[in-house]
C-alpha cells in the first residue's frame, strides 16, 4: 500500500501564478518530509524539506507547509516560472535502527505556460 | 552536485540473464540506496546499505540481491532478469547528521534497463 500519495498526476498553472502541489501520508511514524524536482533523463534533485516539528519551511520562491494532524503537505512555488516545468515528488521518512528509509510518492507534473 | 555515477546508463538484456548495476559515490556517505522508477509508481525502494556490508530490505527487493563490499560501490544485481524488472534504476546517497538527524537523499542520474 502507498504510504505516501500524490493524488494529482499534473498541474497547469501560468507563469507568474502560484504553484501549490499537494502530498498526503499515512504512516505517522513519519518525521522528515521533503520535495524532489525531476527532468526527464535526470535523476532526482533535492528541492526542499521539513521536519515533523516546523509547519513551514521557505527557501526563496519555494515553501513547503506540514499539516501532522491531517497527514498532508504541499509546495507552493511562486511566483512560477517555466523552467519550474518538472515533474515533482514528495517523500517521507522515519528514522529507524538502520538509519531513514525514504518513501515517495507517484509525482505531479508541472507545466507552468509562458 | 553529490559525486554519484551509475554505471551503465543504458542496459539492454534477455529475460534469464544476470545484471549487475553499479553505483559510485565520492562523497564517503554512509548510505546508500537503489531505487527504481515506473510510471503509476513513483519511485519504489528495492535495499539500501547503512555501512559496508550492511544492508536491507525495501518495498520490492523480490528478485533482487545487493552488495556494499567498500564505502564508495553499491552493487545491484538481477540474477535472473525478467520482463517485470524493466525499469530506471536510480542510486542515491545520504549522510545522515546524528545531530539533527535529517539529511536528504542524492540521485545519480539512473540506469535504463530494457528486459526483452
Known amino acids: 500500500d502507498q504510504q505516501v500519495k500524490q493524488n494529482s498526476p499534473s498541474l497547469s498553472v501560468q507563469e507568474g501564478r502560484i504553484s501549490i502541489l499537494n502530498c498526503d501520508y499515512t504512516?505517522?511514524?513519519?518525521?522528515?518530509f521533503l520535495w524532489y524536482k525531476k527532468y526527464p533523463a535526470e535523476g532526482p534533485t533535492f528541492l526542499i524539506s521539513i521536519s515533523s516539528i516546523k509547519d513551514k519551511n521557505e527557501d526563496g520562491r519555494f515553501t513547503v507547509f506540514l499539516n501532522k494532524s491531517a497527514k498532508h503537505l504541499s509546495l507552493h512555488i511562486v511566483p512560477s516560472q517555466p523552467g519550474d516545468s518538472a515533474v515533482y515528488f514528495c517523500?517521507?521518512?522515519?528514522?529507524?535502527?538502520?538509519?531513514?528509509?525514504?518513501?515517495f510518492g507517484t509525482g505531479t507534473s508541472l507545466t507552468v505556460i509562458p | 552536485d553529490a559525486g554519484i555515477t551509475q554505471s551503465p546508463r543504458h542496459k539492454v538484456t534477455e529475460t534469464g540473464t544476470p545484471v549487475t548495476l553499479r553505483c559510485h559515490q565520492t562523497?564517503?556517505?554512509?548510505?546508500m540506496y537503489w531505487y527504481r522508477q515506473d510510471p503509476g509508481h513513483g519511485l519504489r525502494l528495492i535495499h539500501y546499505s547503512y555501512g559496508v556490508k550492511d544492508t536491507d530490505k525495501g518495498e520490492v527487493s523480490d528478485g533482487y540481491s545487493v552488495s556494499r563490499s567498500k564505502t564508495e560501490d553499491f552493487l545491484l544485481t538481477l540474477e535472473s532478469a525478467t520482463s517485470s524488472q524493466t525499469s530506471v534504476y536510480f542510486c542515491?546517497?545520504?549522510?545522515?547528521?546524528?545531530?539533527?538527524?535529517?539529511?536528504?537523499?542524492?540521485f545519480g542520474n539512473g540506469t535504463r534497463l530494457t528486459v526483452t
Open positions: 542515491a546517497i545520504s549522510d545522515l547528521d546524528r545531530a539533527s538527524y535529517n539529511s536528504p537523499l542524492h
Open positions: 562523497e564517503n556517505h554512509r548510505y
Open positions: 517523500a517521507a521518512s522515519a528514522l529507524g535502527n538502520t538509519g531513514n528509509q525514504f518513501y
Open positions: 504512516n505517522s511514524m513519519f518525521d522528515y
